[in-house]
């Protein structure tokens, strides 16, 4: 449970980098309600994060979120989208806030089957989704990456029949399990009305949690990017559209698109 009384003077700070995984954790910031503050970083021609963020976290990775709290000599850094997501939500209020489902069924020692989804989700978006999704993102690079005009049409003939036979051979064979999966948990999640797709919640019931947070970013470039299409995968895409309209992420999403253009 949070300590609001140690936690009243906390001073967060997220290292913003955009179209990154950043995002999600904007998200969690306005869902909890917390002051924070923002440095964004864009990233270069080359697509990576500028080499100034290996000042805060040697990974020079984004999200990162440092912590600092009265009396500490060193603020705490938090590295990795799962790992950040859990101490703020430990920490700030999550419980509290609904962002986690309640664990065990009431008089039982048995989980509940949200607080269930719940654990599974935190591990299964970095761990299954997002590495297929950043491959399709490199595939299509190497699609179209930039070929001097004069060996164009000997490079680009190759490079797109590598990008392609990784995508029929590999790819598409693991979209093919994970985002029927993906539409059958959000047809089954507990609670949820199953008459009417618009109205249906999260991954883990009725209302969004920490875990819908860390699946948001992929899920949401998935669609955008024409991976996950309305007339394959309709539960999907009605559920990135309500992730779309929660009055926190569209807080978010604006504070995103107000950075993006100062870049």
């Known amino acids: 449970m949070a300590d609001t009384t140690e936690n009243r003077d906390v001073k967060i700070t997220l290292y913003w980098l955009n179209e990154s995984r950043a995002q999600n954790i904007l998200w969690l910031l306005e869902a909890l309600q917390l002051p924070y503050q923002l440095k964004p970083f864009k990233r270069g021609p080359d697509g990576f994060a500028p080499a100034e963020l290996k000042q805060i976290h040697p990974l020079g990775k984004s999200p990162v979120v440092t912590i600092e709290r009265p009396g500490q000599t060193q603020p705490l850094v938090l590295a990795e989208s799962g790992n950040i997501i859990e101490y703020l939500v430990d920490h700030f209020g999550g419980v509290e806030k609904g962002l986690v489902p309640q664990r065990y069924v009431d008089g039982s020692g048995e989980e509940t089957e949200s607080w269930l989804r719940y654990r599974f989700f935190m591990h299964y978006s970095e761990g299954s989704l997002m590495p297929n999704l950043l491959l399709a993102l490199i595939l299509n690079n190497l699609r179209n990456a930039p070929v001097p005009f004069f060996i164009r049409p000997f490079i680009r003939p190759f490079t797109r029949m590598i990008a392609n036979q990784i995508q029929t051979s590999f790819l598409d064979k693991q979209f093919a399990v994970h985002f029927p999966f993906l539409e059958n948990q959000l047809k089954t999640a507990p609670g949820v009305d199953n008459t009417d797709t618009i109205k249906r919640g999260g991954l883990c019931g009725k209302d969004f949690t920490a875990a819908d947070m860390l699946m948001s970013f992929g899920l949401i470039a998935a669609t955008e990017f024409g991976l ?31 950075i993006s253009a100062s870049l």
Do not use: L, M, N, S
């Open 228 to 258: 996950i299409t309305k007339d394959k995968f309709p539960e999907i895409v009605a559920y990135t559209e309500r992730i779309k309209a929660d009055e926190a992420y569209k807080k978010a999403a604006a504070k995103a698109a107000e």
